[in-house]
C-alpha cells in the first residue's frame, strides 16, 4: 500500500471539440508522508487542477490518484467521505464561512459525520497562534489570522494530505512566512503529505521539494532548500 | 443542527424580517378561517341544528333557490313516512319575514313553519315549546342578542301577524344570516300565503310547505321514495347550497385560501431560494470539504422549518388574539381550533414544500468551485 499522496499518469481536460483544453497532461506526483511540496507556474497552468483531482473534487479522464492507500475512483458520495476523512484543504481567506467563530470554524468539519480521533479545536487554535480570538467572526480577522484559522480548520481530522491553495496571496511577506513555517511545521510533526500551489517564491525555501507546472506538465525543478 | 442554529443567530435580521411576513400570512389566515366558519354559522347553523338526515322539495326547482322556490304537498309527507327506512318524516316551511317587536328592534327572521310535536320541533332551552296556540314563536338565542326578550310580541311587516315570543332556543340558529324562529306550520301557511289577521286564506295554502323533513336509516333508498312521493330530496348537507349566499361565500373564501396557502409557499420558496444562492460559494464549501449532500439539505431544511414552525405561532396567537377581539363584534366571526389547527399544519407544511424546492439547489452546487481563485 501507498501511503501519502499518489498521481499516477493523470490526464485532466476541459470543454470538447474546439475549445478543448488539456489542463493537466499526464501528469505523475508522488508525495511522501511528513513531506511539503510546492508546485508554481503561471497562470492557467494547471496548478488548481491538480489540487481539485487530488482533492477528489473532480475525477481524470485518466490515470490513478491514491490518498493514503485508497484509490479515488468512485461515485461522488465515496470521493466525499474520503475529502472528510482524509483530506485537508487551506481555501483562500474568504472561504471561512461568515456565521461562525473562529472556534466554530475548526469543530465544522468534526460535524459533518464520525471521525477517528480527532485534534482538539480550542488546541489547534492555540497552536496557530489564535487562541485569543477564537470567538471572533471572519469578517473581524485580518487576512492573515483567517489563513491560520483555514489551516487548523483543515487539520482538525488528522488528515493524511494537505492541500493548500495560493496561500499567501493576500498576505505581506512576514505573515507569508509565518503561514508557511506553520504548515511546514505541521507536516512533518503528523506525517501528513502536503501540497502548496503557489506564485509566490518565497514559500519555495520551506518545501521540500519544489515543482514547476507549464501547460498542464509536472516537472521538477530542483532541491529548494539548496 | 451546530451548523443551522448559527447560521439561524447571524442572520437573524433576514430571517425575523422572512418570519414576519410569514407570521402575518398565518394571523390573516387565521382571520379568514375564523371568518369561513363564521359565515357558515350564519349561513347554515340553522339547519346544521335540525335533527333531520333529509329533505324533500318540489320536484325540478334549482338548487340555490330551493328553500325560497319549493312548494310540496303537504300529503307527500304521509308517502315518505310509509317508506321502509325512513324513521321521521314531517312537514317544513320555511320564510324570510322582517318584522318588530313591541319594544322597538327591527329583526330579520327566517321562519321555519313545523307540526308541533314532530321530530322538527324544537325543545327551547329557556321558556316553553310550541303548544297549541297558534301565534307563539321559538326563537334563536342570537335573536335575543338582537334585542328580542322572552315575552315579546313581534309584529310582521306588511301584513302585521304578531307573534309571541314563548321560548328560545339553546346557542345560534341562523339561516342565510338571519335568525331562525320556529312557528307553527298553520301560522307559517298563512303568513306564507300572505295572509294577516282577520284575512281570509285560500284553502289550498293549508296543504303547502316547502319540503318534507326525513329522518332515514343509513342505506335507505331516497330515490325510489322521490318517485313515489313526487319530489327531489337533498341530503342535510346538499341543501346547504340552497341557503342563501352559501354557495358563493364558501367558494370566494376558500378561493382566497388556496391563493394564500400558494403565495406563503411561493414566497418561502422565493426566500430559499435567494438564499441558497447567496450561500452558494459557503455551500461549495462545505460539500468540497466532503459535508454530504443529506448533511447541506438538512442544514437548509431544519432553517426552514424552524423559521416556519416559530412565525406560524407566532402569527397563530396574535391571530387568535386579534380573533377574540372580532367575536365580540357583529361580524360573522367564529374560531374553531380545529380548523385553525389544520391551516397552520398547512401553512408549514406548503412553506417546506417551497423550501424544498429551493433547498434542492444545493445539490447542483459543484464543491469544485470552492477551491477556484478569488471571486
Ligand atoms: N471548468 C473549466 N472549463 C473549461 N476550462 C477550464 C475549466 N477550469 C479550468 N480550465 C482551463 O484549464 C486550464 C488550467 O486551469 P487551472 O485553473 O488549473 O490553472 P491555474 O494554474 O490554477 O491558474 P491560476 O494560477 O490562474 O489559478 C486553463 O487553461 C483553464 O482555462
Ligand atoms: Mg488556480
Known amino acids: ?226 | 443542527m451546530f451548523l443551522t442554529l448559527r447560521e439561524l443567530a447571524f442572520a437573524r435580521g433576514r430571517f425575523a424580517l422572512m418570519g414576519a411576513v410569514v407570521a402575518l400570512i398565518a394571523v390573516l389566515m387565521v382571520l379568514l378561517s375564523g371568518l369561513s366558519v363564521g359565515l357558515v354559522n350564519d349561513g347554515v347553523s340553522g339547519l346544521q341544528k335540525l335533527p333531520v338526515t333529509s329533505l324533500a322539495f318540489e320536484r325540478g326547482v334549482p338548487t340555490d333557490s330551493a328553500f325560497s322556490r319549493s312548494v310540496v304537498d303537504s300529503a307527500a309527507v304521509a308517502r315518505w313516512a310509509e317508506r321502509d327506512g325512513v324513521t321521521d318524516a314531517a312537514p317544513l316551511g320555511n320564510t324570510l319575514v322582517n318584522a318588530k317587536s313591541d319594544r322597538g328592534t327591527e329583526i330579520d327572521l327566517a321562519l321555519f313553519g313545523v307540526q308541533p310535536g314532530s321530530f322538527v320541533d324544537p325543545d327551547p332551552a329557556q321558556g316553553a315549546r310550541l303548544g297549541s296556540a297558534p301565534h307563539e314563536i321559538v326563537v334563536s338565542a342570537t335573536a335575543i342578542d338582537a334585542g328580542l326578550r322572552l315575552g315579546d310580541t313581534v309584529t310582521l311587516d306588511r301584513i302585521g301577524t304578531e307573534l309571541t315570543v314563548v321560548g328560545v332556543l339553546d346557542g345560534q340558529h341562523t339561516f342565510g344570516h338571519v335568525d331562525v324562529g320556529y312557528v307553527p306550520l298553520r301560522t307559517w301557511q298563512e303568513i306564507r300565503a300572505g295572509a294577516g289577521p282577520g284575512d281570509p286564506v285560500p284553502a289550498h295554502a293549508y296543504d303547502e310547505i316547502t319540503a318534507v323533513a326525513l329522518r332515514t336509516a343509513p342505506g335507505t333508498d331516497l330515490a325510489a321514495g322521490d318517485e313515489a312521493a313526487g319530489t327531489a330530496s337533498m341530503t342535510l348537507e346538499e341543501s346547504f347550497g340552497a341557503s342563501p349566499g352559501y354557495t358563493a361565500e364558501t367558494a370566494t373564501l376558500g378561493m382566497i385560501q388556496v391563493f394564500l396557502y400558494a403565495i406563503s409557499a411561493l414566497v418561502v420558496g422565493a426566500f430559499f431560494t435567494v438564499l441558497v444562492i447567496q450561500r452558494k460559494p459557503e455551500i461549495a464549501v462545505l460539500r468540497a470539504m466532503g459535508a454530504a449532500t443529506g448533511y447541506v439539505l438538512r442544514d437548509s431544511l431544519l432553517q426552514s422549518a424552524v423559521l416556519l414552525v416559530v412565525s406560524t405561532v407566532v402569527g397563530v396567537a396574535a391571530g387568535v388574539a386579534a380573533g377574540a377581539g372580532l367575536s365580540a363584534t357583529p361580524m360573522p366571526f367564529a374560531l374553531d381550533l380545529g380548523a385553525v389547527g389544520v391551516a397552520a399544519l398547512l401553512l408549514v407544511a406548503l412553506g417546506m414544500v417551497g423550501a424544498a424546492v429551493a433547498v434542492l439547489r444545493v445539490t447542483r452546487v459543484d464543491p469544485l468551485t470552492a477551491l477556484g481563485g478569488n471571486r
Not at chain 1, 501519502?4 to 483544453?21: A, I, K, N, Y
Not at chain 1, 511540496?37 to 487542477?49: H, N
Not at chain 1, 483567517?146 to 493548500?164: E, F, I, S, W
Open chain 1, 1 to 226: 500500500m501507498t501511503t501519502g499522496l499518489l498521481l499516477e499518469r493523470v490526464t485532466l481536460r476541459h470543454g470538447d471539440g474546439e475549445d478543448e483544453t488539456v489542463a493537466l497532461d499526464d501528469v505523475s506526483l508522488h508525495v511522501e508522508p511528513g513531506e511539503i511540496v510546492a508546485v508554481v507556474g503561471p497562470s492557467g497552468a494547471g496548478k488548481s487542477s491538480l489540487l481539485a483531482v487530488a482533492g477528489g473534487l473532480t475525477v481524470p479522464d485518466a490515470g490513478r490518484v491514491v490518498v493514503d492507500g485508497v484509490d479515488l475512483a468512485g461515485p461522488e458520495r465515496v470521493r466525499a467521505r474520503i475529502r472528510r476523512t482524509r483530506i485537508g484543504y487551506v481555501f483562500q481567506s474568504n472561504n471561512l464561512l461568515p456565521a461562525l467563530t473562529a472556534v466554530d470554524q475548526v469543530r465544522l468539519p468534526l460535524t459533518f459525520g464520525r471521525i477517528e480521533n480527532p485534534r482538539d479545536p480550542v488546541e489547534l487554535l492555540a497552536e496557530v497562534g489564535m487562541e485569543h480570538k477564537s470567538g471572533r467572526r471572519p469578517h473581524q480577522l485580518s487576512g492573515g489570522e483567517r489563513q491560520r484559522v483555514g489551516v487548523a480548520r483543515a487539520l482538525v481530522t488528522r488528515p493524511g494530505v494537505l492541500l493548500v491553495d495560493e496561500p499567501t496571496s493576500a498576505l505581506d511577506r512576514r505573515r507569508s512566512h509565518e503561514v508557511l513555517a506553520l504548515l511546514a511545521q505541521e507536516t512533518h510533526e503528523h506525517h501528513m503529505a502536503t501540497v502548496v500551489v503557489t506564485h509566490d517564491h518565497d514559500v519555495l525555501r520551506h518545501c521540500d521539494r519544489v515543482f514547476e507546472m507549464i501547460d498542464g506538465r509536472l516537472t521538477e525543478e530542483r532541491p529548494a532548500m539548496a
